[in-house]
């Protein structure tokens, strides 16, 4: 068998193989099992390797380079235009195959050990804080049924959990307050968890020269610089600021025809929890811009003057400091508050 591109779907025991010969010539079809496939690719010789940029994708991708294969990551979202009909995972192989044989296809570029490791507490804190918010959400919901109702907030919560533990409470029937305790129990037992994480991340940011210097930006603190450190494992793979924002989906989506541009709100396309941290950042930075004297918060005043909504200065603001996390990262420069404006 010459192959000189193969297609791989990926799963978690089933893996489909899709290989064509520089002819575009389809020399092979099959299904591997997992335990199969190494010894299959240690075999071959070496080719490029297309596969889906999902879950164990980083992984796969380093052990067929491992191998001598040259392995190229495609976006789900670009290869899934290539499924000619129907859906199995033969189609899905022979699409991802065709999408990397595109020269004009988007990569995505292979995590190191290092970084997959590096965003591991950011993944489990985002899961904490996400069951926390559900069991928030429960135990105001379950109280509210008996006209308990408190403010938002973690003020509100603590006011709800003062009345569940009052025993002279004598709304809350005595087999839901046994029942409540438990959702209360689970939801103190997450801070800690939270706390030991976010500690970690502060450890990790002190401990990196890069994630350092990023935090010098306004509005980027230990959390957001260690975060994009992790992600972006070389800026030179970014044109330019306006690509790595794009990278992050936090410019305005085009539905342009006929030479008249149009655009409309963020496309939301790429990093969904960098864009979420970039506009947090840029959330609590909005508040403190107001009475600012950097030429970035004169920048923030000139547009909320203009009659701007305060939600869209934060996004503009949070796109601003996308691209000044590009520069800096890029140059190698510390950053430069003089020329954030510009």
């Not at 490791?117 to 135990?139: C, G, S, V, Y």
């Not at 438990?182 to 970690?200: D, M, S």
């Not at 790429?270 to 947090?280: I, P, S, T």
Request: with cysteine; glycine share 8%; hydrophobic share 45%.
């Amino acid at each position: 068998m010459n192959a000189s591109m193969i297609g791989l779907d990926i799963a978690k025991s089933v893996f489909q193989v899709h290989g064509v010969d520089a002819g575009g010539e389809v020399v092979v079809r099959r299904k591997l099992r997992r335990s199969q496939m190494k010894p299959f690719f240690s075999k071959l010789a070496p080719c490029v390797v297309a596969l889906e940029a999902c879950g164990t994708g980083h992984y796969w991708a380093r052990e067929l380079e491992a191998l001598g294969h040259e392995a190229r990551l495609v976006p789900p979202a670009y290869a899934k235009a290539y499924v000619k009909r129907g859906k199995n995972d033969a189609v899905d192989a022979a699409a991802i195959c065709e999408a990397a044989s595109r020269p004009s296809m988007r990569l995505v570029p292979v995590k190191s050990v290092a970084q997959q490791a590096a965003l591991t507490p950011h993944r489990t804190r985002e899961m904490l804080i996400k069951q926390r918010t559900m069991l928030i959400n429960t135990l105001r919901g379950q109280m509210a049924e008996f006209g308990i109702i408190a403010a938002k907030g973690g003020d509100g919560l603590k006011a709800l959990l003062a009345i569940l533990h009052d025993r002279e409470e004598t709304r809350l029937p005595e087999l839901a307050r046994q029942v409540l305790r438990e959702l209360a129990g689970a939801i103190e037992a997450l801070a800690p968890r939270i706390q030991r994480i976010e500690k970690t991340i502060r450890a990790m940011a002190r401990d990196n020269p890069l994630a350092r210097r990023l935090m010098t930006i306004p509005g980027v603190g230990p959390i957001t610089a260690t975060a994009v450190v992790a992600s972006v494992g070389d800026p030179a793979a970014f044109r330019n600021g306006r690509h790595f924002s794009a990278w992050i989906g936090i410019v305005a989506k085009q539905h342009s025809t006929a030479g008249t541009p149009r655009l409309g709100r963020i496309s939301k396309m790429g990093d969904r929890y960098l864009r979420k941290l970039l506009v947090l950042g840029a959330t609590s930075r909005l508040r403190q811009a107001k009475t600012g004297d950097t030429p970035l918060d004169a920048w923030v005043r000139k547009l909320l003057e203009q009659k701007k909504s305060k939600r869209l200065v934060t996004v503009a603001l949070a796109n601003k400091t996308a691209r000044i996390l590009w520069a800096v990262m890029a140059t190698a420069q510390p950053y430069q508050p003089e020329r954030a404006a510009a």
